[in-house]
């Protein structure tokens, strides 16, 4: 007999979760997640779990150590409650970017976030555009990684644009740059750059051609924008017609948005992954894509044993 579906929802990206249950056809699933005047996490399951097949929605997006809490704590009271499954759904999965030994004395953080994932409970782990893919490895459980690469991919098809080029910003995304290219029909070109310190880099040269065309910059996040602003300024320079971006993550932190809004950017295509404040998401070269049907087609089909893989196919 299969187990009852049920989706719960933590303070990250509650609207997500909210258009993901209206495509499954679920009422989201009722507790109480708050927090004490000192900042501690608190949460009560207000409905009964016991046995059933549970999927918590929470990207560990800015604040980040909040959220992270927030979906450890709420993991740990679903097992004590008797869960029979559960499945963190991480559209974004903060710390992403410490998956390695950079520089001598630092720690993995990706790898810490999934030993404290493990250790609260979680059965399996739904992920969208890891920012390394190596982090699946990272686990001892079942990881589905999804692309948020169809919806992307519709939207660009969408614009109609002609002498298109796809542009990884860095040899690092080349694969998924590729991978757009293909479905698209496109040019494939490189931005060779080389990064100084966090957040900060440098861009060196353009590896293809660009003169007269439409390019498209294609990365998993953006952040503080100085990489895609400098990757438009040198795609500008080579003779390229338009700059357009898209990125699955859009955290725009720091000067993220008062660089986007000196740059010559035609427009940028984000995913609803991390949720966007009003003035950031009332940008008007912002186009902000909802991943909510993809994530919800990827939970119905873990629930019901069917491939994940055949999303991408």
């Not at 720091?254 to 940008?283: N, Q």
Request: proline share 5%; with cysteine.
């Amino acid at each position: 007999m299969k187990s009852e579906l049920k989706v719960f929802s933590g303070n990250g990206n509650p609207r997500l979760a909210e258009a993901i249950c209206r495509y499954l056809r679920l009422p989201l699933g009722q507790w109480k997640l708050s927090q004490f005047k000192d900042g501690e996490v608190y949460c009560q399951i207000l409905e009964n779990v016991r046995g059933t097949d549970v999927f918590v929605i929470q990207p560990t997006c800015p604040p980040v150590n909040e959220a992270l809490m927030e979906l450890l704590i709420a993991v740990d009271a679903l097992k004590r409650s008797s869960a029979a499954r559960i499945t963190a759904v991480i559209p974004y999965y903060g710390y992403a970017r410490q998956d390695r030994k950079d520089k001598p004395r630092v720690p993995i953080s990706a790898k810490l976030v999934a030993d404290l994932l493990q250790a609260a409970g979680v059965n399996r782990v739904l992920a969208m555009d890891l920012h390394a893919p190596a982090i699946q490895g990272f686990f001892d459980v079942p990881v589905d990684h999804l692309l948020a690469a169809p919806v992307m991919l519709e939207w660009i098809e969408q614009q109609r644009y002609k002498n298109l080029t796809i542009v990884s910003p860095d040899a690092g995304g080349v694969e998924r740059a590729r991978f757009h290219a293909k479905r698209l029909g496109a040019d494939l070109a490189i931005i060779d750059k080389r990064r100084i310190e966090a957040n900060v880099a440098e861009t060196m040269n353009v590896i293809g051609e660009v003169s007269g065309r439409t390019c498209v910059i294609v990365d998993d996040l953006i952040d503080t924008a100085g990489t895609f602003v400098g990757s438009i300024d040198a795609l500008k320079k080579k003779g390229a017609e338009a700059v357009l971006g898209c990125f699955s993550h859009a955290v725009l932190s720091g000067p993220a948005m008062e660089r986007l809004a000196k740059a010559d950017l035609e427009v940028m295509a984000v995913t609803d992954t991390i949720p966007l404040p009003e003035d950031k998401a009332s940008f008007s070269k912002i186009k902000v894509l909802s991943v909510a049907n993809l994530l919800g087609e990827a939970i119905a089909r873990i629930h019901s044993s069917s491939s994940v893989s055949s999303l991408f196919v």
